[in-house]
């Protein structure tokens, strides 16, 4: 099996479906995301100052599942959606899959057909601070492509981009 850590975070693409502001947290929307499962899942996330809810219903955004749920001013968040910010912080874009790419389908890094490693738990996640040493490791290329370290993140329809921040962070 590959062996390197950013194959044990779980990525997939999800489908917003809804996107409103926070009743509770002037920051913060609430978005209900269909990655694939039974029900969508409702994310929190920070994003009001940077995009209107417009900007985020209906995008194919990236899903970090497998975060373990927090509770964000009263409302449970089950993921997070990544997403590309430059050096200064006052830009941040959604990072997107292509059109094509399939709610749920799990988003690889490197080449689409190449074999991924199982998934951390939620519980693996945070006891082993999984996240913590695979962020660091994310950017955009030059060419805004969604990428760790010189992988790219890839669906079955193509790279996962952002709009226009090159050499950005993601998180």
């Keep these: 099996a590959p062996e390197g850590v950013e194959q044990l ?3 997939r693409v999800g489908k917003v479906i809804k996107a409103y502001k926070h009743e509770e947290a002037d920051k913060l929307y609430v978005e209900e995301v269909d990655v694939g499962e039974a029900e969508p899942r ?28 927090r509770n964000m ?15 200064s ?10 059109e094509g790419a399939v709610p749920g389908e799990r988003i690889k890094f490197g080449a689409w057909d190449a074999e991924q ?8 996640m945070k006891k082993k601070k ?7 490791g994310l950017r955009t290329t030059d060419g805004c492509v ?4 010189d992988l790219e993140m890839v669906t079955s329809a193509g790279a996962v981009t952002c709009k226009s921040i090159a050499g950005g962070t993601i998180g």
Excluded: F, R
């Design 9 to 11: 975070i779980d990525v």
């Design 42 to 69: 409702q994310i929190c996330s920070g994003l009001v100052p940077y995009m209107n809810a417009e900007d985020i219903e209906g995008q194919l955004v990236v899903v970090l599942a497998n975060l373990k749920s």
């Design 73 to 87: 001013a009263g409302v449970a968040s089950h993921g997070m959606l990544l997403c590309a910010s430059d050096d």
């Design 89 to 98: 912080h006052e830009k941040v874009e959604l990072l997107v899959c292509p």
């Design 117 to 124: 490693a199982e998934a951390h738990t939620e519980n693996q």
């Design 130 to 136: 999984t996240w913590e040493k695979v962020a660091p």
């Design 146 to 149: 969604a990428a760790y370290k």
